[in-house]
């Protein structure tokens, strides 16, 4: 009754029946250039409305009754990145301040995380008068930690010891060589001053330098929309469709948008019925967002009934994991069934 889209608002028509968020002009246009799909009503069976058990369904591409410790990219990481490259580089990068379940996998692999503003941003360290300052960010952390480790003269190269000495010095390393590279890009394209918007800037900074790294991972929260959703999801809608415009305009001037996919995903959607506080509840299905230059269908999948009774659930029509058994078939070129616990989702056909 009160934060549904009005017919008089300036939407961004897709067809007769479906539409854009008058907030998503940048991907609207981005869909009309063959860009961006759109996957309608994804969601899984017996679905579960808790944010933490619903991300890992997710993130682990499991079933809802069933328990897995790795993520989909973690295993994919397990089957095709065995370390043994010609580089070093990590195989995947998350701009988060954890590492995502989603990278978790069985084998040991380089995983490496961006936060913050992307280099450049120490605070000088203070300390009292004949003592060492103490570590102000990630960075001095691992220089104190490594100094310490190096200074053990009696080090046995089989112990522990000096396995976190040589992790540290990678880490370091690659800190240091990541941090550079961030701070010397020059994107072709103006990014939002936006938490997903910068981070998106920093994976373009990484992809432009010829980074080997498979996947990056960047996240955008707030979408918990229970109260005063109307301005909240505008505002968020808004960000994150200029973010995303931007990292496709910058790869595209750099013509990189060939080489780089970029996939959306949420633990679920909303009811679509508005609850009593101006917002809505925890849901089920909702849409999902790929976009890049090998786009081939810019509408996939059925939308959802809205013949629903009152705070009662949409019903997917499309797995999740029909969506990544596409990626992983037609883009990281691997077997789905290896990543999907063996079983076999009918892939879709947004990719060419």
């Given amino acids: 009754p009160t934060i549904g889209i009005k017919k008089t608002e300036p939407v961004h028509k897709i067809n007769d029946l479906l539409a854009l968020h008058p907030s998503c002009g940048p991907l609207a246009e981005l869909h009309k250039e063959g860009q961006l799909s759109i996957i309608q009503n994804v969601g899984y069976p017996n679905p579960n409305h808790s944010h933490f058990r619903s991300t890992e369904i997710w993130e682990s591409a499991s079933d809802a009754h069933q328990n897995a410790y790795t993520g989909w990219l973690g295993r994919y990481f397990d089957n095709d990145c065995d370390g043994k490259g010609k580089t070093a580089d990590p195989s995947g990068i998350h701009a988060s301040n954890v590492v995502p379940q989603t990278f978790l996998s069985d084998q040991p692999h380089n995983i490496f995380g961006v936060t913050g503003g992307g280099g450049g941003n120490r605070k000088p360290r203070q300390a009292a008068a004949g003592k060492k300052p103490p570590a102000s960010n990630e960075v001095e952390l691992l220089e104190d930690l490594t100094a310490t480790a190096l200074s053990a003269d009696d080090t046995d190269p089989h112990d522990n010891a000096h396995y976190l000495q040589h992790t540290l010095m990678d880490a370091l390393l690659t800190e240091s060589r990541v941090q550079q590279i961030i701070n010397r890009y020059q994107p072709l394209a103006e990014y939002p001053r936006t938490g997903i918007g910068q981070s998106l800037r920093r994976i373009a900074a990484l992809i432009a330098h010829g980074i080997e790294t498979r996947v990056y991972y960047a996240t955008q929260g707030g979408y918990d929309t229970?109260?005063?959703?109307?301005?909240?999801?505008?505002?968020?809608?808004?960000?994150?469709?200029?973010?995303?415009?931007?990292?496709?305009?910058?790869?595209?001037?750099?013509?990189?948008?060939?080489?780089?996919?970029?996939?959306?995903?949420?633990?679920?959607?909303?009811?679509?019925?508005?609850?009593?506080?101006?917002?809505?509840?925890?849901?089920?299905?909702?849409?999902?967002?790929?976009?890049?230059?090998?786009?081939?269908?810019?509408?996939?999948?059925?939308?959802?009934?809205?013949?629903?009774?009152?705070?009662?659930?949409?019903?997917?029509?499309?797995?999740?994991?029909?969506?990544?058994?596409?990626?992983?078939?037609?883009?990281?070129?691997?077997?789905?069934?290896?990543?999907?616990?063996?079983?076999?989702?009918?892939?879709?056909?947004?990719?060419?």
Avoid: C
């Fill in 226 to 352: 229970h109260a005063n959703q109307l301005n909240n999801q505008a505002r968020l809608l808004h960000e994150l469709s200029e973010a995303m415009a931007a990292f496709q305009k910058d790869l595209r001037l750099h013509q990189l948008d060939d080489q780089v996919l970029t996939m959306t995903f949420s633990e679920f959607g909303r009811r679509p019925s508005e609850n009593s506080t101006g917002g809505t509840d925890h849901g089920t299905a909702a849409p999902l967002f790929v976009m890049g230059a090998k786009i081939q269908n810019p509408l996939v999948g059925s939308a959802p009934s809205l013949d629903v009774e009152k705070n009662r659930d949409l019903a997917f029509s499309t797995d999740f994991r029909q969506v990544y058994a596409t990626v992983l078939q037609r883009w990281l070129q691997t077997d789905p069934k290896k990543i999907l616990f063996n079983k076999t989702f009918a892939e879709l056909d947004f990719l060419r």
